[in-house]
């Protein structure tokens, strides 16, 4: 099903594309995944809509707790967090930094968004099973209008990468491409 429609004020959010993450095997190339989002956040800029540049800074405490956390485990390098130079960071981008698999609990991303008059996100990122779905699954719980362009996203599984495009993301949203949100963004 082809996208319908980007509302007037609608915001990019690109997930955990970050070195650290972006290092490890996934099921589509990860170059890809970059350089379509990439696309994405410089179209969503030239039209002066928000770019929001989501990245893990660490696991939430608690349950969740794993390896880095575990006495004797290696500790991640330095520029682990930093995000991927193909991406581009602008001064007008926002950041949020975030603990855990979605980008609304604990970060003011909701508030943010508000703020700025955003009714509609578009959800890119890494991984698709895990952050962006659970981004997606907030935002629409948010009452946000939900987008997913499908190939600026990746999953360490394509059997999970596929469950959550054919099976979860239908129900929170419109999928489609990046060249087909590009589309909608040059009518806004």
């Known amino acids: 099903m082809a996208l319908s429609t980007l509302d007037p004020k609608t915001a990019l ?5 970050q070195k650290a993450i972006a290092a490890l095997p996934a099921a589509h190339p990860i170059a890809e995944v970059a350089a379509n989002a990439a696309r994405l956040a410089n179209a969503f800029r030239a039209r ?21 956390s575990r006495p004797g485990a ?12 193909e991406l581009n960071q602008q001064d007008t981008d926002h950041e949020i ?11 003011g991303l909701d508030e943010l968004l508000r703020s700025l008059g955003v009714t509609q996100v578009v959800v890119v990122g890494v991984a698709t099973s895990f952050g962006v779905e659970s981004t997606a699954r907030q ?38 491409t990046t060249d087909e949100v590009l589309k909608l963004v040059e009518t806004i």
Do not use: C
Not at 60 to 65: L, N, Q, V
């Open 74 to 85: 290696p500790l991640p390098p330095a520029d682990a967090a930093d995000l991927l130079p």
């Open 97 to 107: 930094l975030k603990q855990t698999w979605g980008a609304f609990m604990r970060t």
């Open 139 to 176: 935002a629409y719980e948010h009452g946000y209008h939900v987008t997913l362009a499908t190939d600026a996203m990746t999953d360490f599984s394509a059997e999970a990468h596929e469950n959550s495009v054919v099976r979860v993301f239908p129900a929170l949203g419109e999928t489609g």
């Open 48 to 68: 002066g809509l928000p770019v929001v540049l989501v990245r893990a800074t660490g696991i939430a405490p608690g349950r969740t707790e794993r390896s880095f």
């Open 13 to 17: 959010i690109v997930i955990d594309l």
